[in-house]
Every structure is written in C-alpha cells, then in structure tokens.
C-alpha cells in the first residue's frame, strides 16, 4: 500500500477529538473509525444524535491490520463491533456505512432514551422514499464529488463535465426535498440528512484545490435554477451547523492535508482507484 495514505495524521482534532475522548473508554459497542473518513462521520453523526454508549477506536484502515481484516475482510471503515449474547463479552461485526446507520437506528430505537427514529417509522411508502435517496447520494452524489476532486488536465473528461454532473446530481436531490425544509422531511431530521452531511461538510476541498470550484451558483444568479439553490443553501445552512455534524469534524487544514492527494490524484486508496478507474465505489 502506498506511504501517501498510511502517513494521516493519526488521530482526530479540534471537537472530533473531544467527541473521539469521551468514547475511548472499554465498551462492547465498538465503532473502528479513521477521522477523515466521511463514511465512518455518517456512523458517527448516528452516534451522536441518538447518544448511543459506545467505544470509538481510531485505526488507519490502509495498514489492513490482521485484526482489522479479521471483523471486516473488505478492510474498510466504519467497521462496527456489535456486542451479542447476555453478557456483552462477544462481538458479531458490521461494515457498510448506510447499513451501519440503519442498524444503529433500529436497535436503539427506544425513542425515550435515543430520541426519533431517523427514519419515518409507521409509514413504509416513507421510509422506501428515504431510502431510494439514500441510495441517491451513494450512487450518484458521492462518486461526482470524487470525480471532480480528483479531476486533471490529463483526464479524458474536462472539469466542466465533472462539475456540471456533481451539480446536476445534487439539483436532483434537492428538488425532492420537502419545500417547507430545512432538511430532506422538512422538520424532521433524518437518515438521509446524516448520508450527505460528510460530503457537504467536505465541498469546501473541492473549492480550495479544483479551478471554478463546486460551481454552485450565488444568490441571485441561477436563474431558472434560483428556487433549487435557495433551498440547496437552507439544508446547507442547517446541515454545517446540526451539533452532531459540528461534533465530529476535526480542524478544517487537517481535511485539506488529508485530501491533497485526492485532488493531486495520487492516492491509492480502494475509493480513488475506483473513481479513476470509473468502477462503482467500494
Ligand atoms: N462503502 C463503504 C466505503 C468505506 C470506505 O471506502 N472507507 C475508506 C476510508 S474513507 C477506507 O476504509 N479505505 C481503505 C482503503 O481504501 O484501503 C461504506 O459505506 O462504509
């Protein structure tokens, strides 16, 4: 594996790092995480919004520890342990975000303690609504951001195409969001609020590193498009903001360091090699 992604800073800062502190202790809930990751911030955000007791251990999955490939042969993070039987003792692990989320959800669903179900329980049509844009963000938002990162001149597509699909993917997704907002159900917080937050949180590196930028258009500017971006800019508003997203974000410049190679194209990791490849993401 190449040095380029084993030399991460180790370890969360700025608020992840106090969030990350607060969850060291022993505990047979156990979420295997690296800071940067913004798969692993979409388990966590579920973490922190319902206040679920666990332990975060922080891990460089590029390194492929034995142990590590032992819970989760496909050596990714989030990896989740989830303790089983009476006594907590034993573990059965999880992996995939999206799925991770979910289960956290459902299993901790005693609404007294763990707050709203962050998907719409009692309602099927709802939460298959949910899901079908879950599946959205994964399939279409998240690889168009990698796309456009890791964008350079050699590549046989321009930059223009690579922005133009990013926002034509997240127009999409905001016009099906509730009018009356700020998130995807309106008042109601939810799943498919927590899956894009990281990549939101992380448009910033594409304009700090890509010419033009994410390109999405200012205030007063989008012409037909002007009701989508004003209601793109209230989900952002609320989203950049919400405490759990807040919470587990480490200092912006370690972001930037993390995501250089990204934006130079150099990484090897399993997500960079299938965007330049152009395969679906890990
Ligand atoms: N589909 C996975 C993707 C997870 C993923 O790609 N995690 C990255 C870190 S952001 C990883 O562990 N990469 C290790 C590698 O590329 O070798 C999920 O949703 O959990």
Redesign the pocket.
Same mark, same amino acid.
Request: proline fraction near 13%.
């Given at each position: 594996?190449a040095s380029v992604?084993t030399s991460l800073p180790a370890k969360p800062t700025g608020l992840a790092a106090d969030f990350a502190s607060e969850h060291e202790r022993e505990h047979p809930l156990k979420l295997y995480g690296?800071w940067?990751?913004?798969?692993?911030q979409?388990t966590w955000i579920v973490l922190h919004e319902k206040d679920i007791p666990h332990q975060y251990i922080e891990i460089n999955?590029?390194q492929?520890a034995p142990e590590f490939l032992a819970l989760n042969p496909? /050596?990714?993070?989030?990896t989740l342990a989830v303790p089983v039987g009476n006594g907590g003792h034993a573990q059965k692990p999880l992996?995939?975000?999206?799925i991770?989320c979910e289960f956290l959800d459902e299993a901790y669903d005693d609404e007294a303690t763990y707050g709203k179900s962050l998907l719409p329980s009692g309602n099927a049509y709802e939460r298959a609504r949910c899901r079908l844009w879950i599946e959205h963000v /994964?399939s279409k938002i998240v690889p168009g951001f990698y796309k456009l990162l890791q964008h350079t001149p050699e590549k046989g597509y321009s930059i223009e195409e690579a922005r133009g699909n990013l926002l034509g993917q997240i127009k999409t997704f905001v016009k099906e969001m509730d009018a009356g907002g700020p998130w995807f159900l309106g008042e109601r917080f939810s799943l498919v609020d927590v899956v894009l937050a990281p990549w939101a949180k992380r448009l910033f590196l594409i304009d700090h590193y890509k010419p033009g930028g994410v390109g999405i258009p200012a205030e007063g500017t989008a012409g037909e498009d002007e009701e989508v971006w004003k209601r793109w800019r209230v989900w952002l508003g609320a989203i950049t903001k919400r405490k759990s997203v807040v919470e587990t974000w480490s200092a912006d410049e370690m972001y930037i360091e993390a995501y250089k190679r990204y934006a130079e194209d150099t990484t090897?990791?399993?997500?960079?090699?299938a965007t330049r490849k152009g395969e679906r993401?890990?």
């Open positions: 594996m992604d690296g940067f990751c913004p798969f692993v979409r999955p590029y492929k496909r /050596g990714l993070v989030p992996y995939e975000s999206t991770i /994964g090897q990791s399993e997500v960079a090699q993401l890990p």
